[in-house]
């Protein structure tokens, strides 16, 4: 599967931004997909998943702000994002994995898209 992630851009502190990611070549219900983001000189983190029969998990650091959602029909996860933070400024990035256990780490996953900047100023 080839995934293709959008949306990023800049937006205010408190504002809502989405992120896209669309896939390709098998359909994203065969996966687990996931958010994983990486701020200037830190370490990838994750940020949420929704795994094939539905399920959400989410970072206690987004958790209540972000929702992860799946359109089966346009083969697309998304991530709406709202009560952006600055420290909500990282690159973003989907994954795919074949299998929906230990959501949490990046090493399950097996597919990557490339990764689309958000920054939100204060």
């Known amino acids: 599967v080839q995934l293709q992630a959008s949306g990023g851009g800049l937006v205010q502190a408190g504002g809502p931004l989405r992120l896209s990611c669309a896939a390709s070549?098998?359909?994203?219900?065969?996966?687990?997909v996931g958010w994983f983001r990486q701020a200037p000189g830190k370490e990838r983190e994750f940020v949420a998943a929704?795994?094939?029969?539905?399920?959400?998990y989410y970072a206690d650091s987004v958790k209540g702000r972000f929702t992860i959602s799946r359109d089966n029909a346009k083969n697309t996860v998304y991530l709406q994002m709202n009560s952006l933070k600055p420290e909500d400024t990282a690159v973003y990035y989907c994954?795919?994995?074949?299998?929906?256990?230990?959501?949490?780490?990046?090493?399950?996953?097996?597919?990557w898209g490339q990764g689309t900047l958000v920054t939100v100023s204060s």
């Open positions: 994954a795919a994995a074949t299998q929906s256990f230990s959501v949490y780490s990046q090493a399950r996953y097996d597919f």
């Open positions: 070549g098998r359909t994203v219900s065969s996966y687990a």
């Open positions: 929704v795994v094939r029969l539905g399920r959400a």
